[in-house]
């Protein structure tokens, strides 16, 4: 085996005594209760450790991750973290995570093929036109990319509002807050977008979207 897959090996176990060492019932009491009070939706990049970045322990983050933290309609494994989170775990905060230098949001911006990706990234080419006109009177690129980045994550927070799951959570007075930030992998620190969802009042400039239920409250 490789130098590199013994040691994740060894780093697991002396991340395992460290934990002991400073509680010995650490483990036991991760393993009978999962009630996380935050949803993470982030980037698969490497740099963008969901914990680490807020400093949280094991149990108190539940983590979905895909290229340029993306909320498709269509997307059932996205679609199925959610519903987990919001109906069973009853998370109470859910963070879309974008980050600066993003390279799905990057090739997106392009027009040179990056492989299978491609399919995944059309769903930004749609946001990016949409935003054209904006994104394009941004005469320098890295202030273009880094707009365009954070405009991307505030789509991702509007498509999980005007998530039939997320409103069905808000019809019945579920307590639900949904938050778009974006971190900066140079400095380690997250900008808060402010931009926040907390009701169905939220999204009444999108109307279109806003469902009834019958035992809305």
Not at 5 to 30: C, G, M
Not at 41 to 50: E, F, Q, Y
Not at 178 to 205: A, C, M, P, Q
Request: with cysteine; hydrophobic share 40%.
């Amino acid at each position: 085996m490789s130098d590199f897959y013994q040691k994740i090996l060894e780093n697991n176990r002396k991340w395992v005594a460290s934990k002991l060492a400073l509680d010995p019932h650490f483990f036991t009491k991760l393993k009978d209760t999962q009630k996380p009070p935050l949803l993470w939706i982030g980037c698969s990049d490497s740099r963008v450790p969901a914990n680490e970045v807020i400093g949280a322990l094991p149990g108190e983050v539940f983590v979905h991750r895909n290229i340029a933290n993306m909320v498709i309609h269509s997307d059932m494994n996205m679609l199925s973290v959610l519903d987990y989170a919001v109906n069973i775990l009853k998370v109470k905060h859910i963070i879309v995570c974008g980050h600066y230098g993003c390279g799905g949001i990057k090739a997106a911006m392009g027009n040179t093929s990056v492989g299978i990706i491609d399919n995944w990234i059309r769903h930004i080419k749609d946001s990016y036109r949409f935003r054209k006109h904006d994104i394009e009177a941004i005469e320098d690129e890295k202030e273009r990319f880094d707009r365009f980045v954070e405009w991307n994550t505030k789509q991702q927070v509007l498509n999980l509002s005007v998530s039939s799951i997320v409103q069905q959570a808000w019809c019945k007075g579920q307590e639900l807050s949904i938050h778009g930030w974006v971190y900066r992998i140079d400095t380690g620190l997250v900008k808060d977008l402010e931009i926040t969802f907390s009701s169905h009042e939220n999204i009444r400039n999108n109307s279109i979207y806003k469902l009834d239920f019958e035992y809305a409250v």
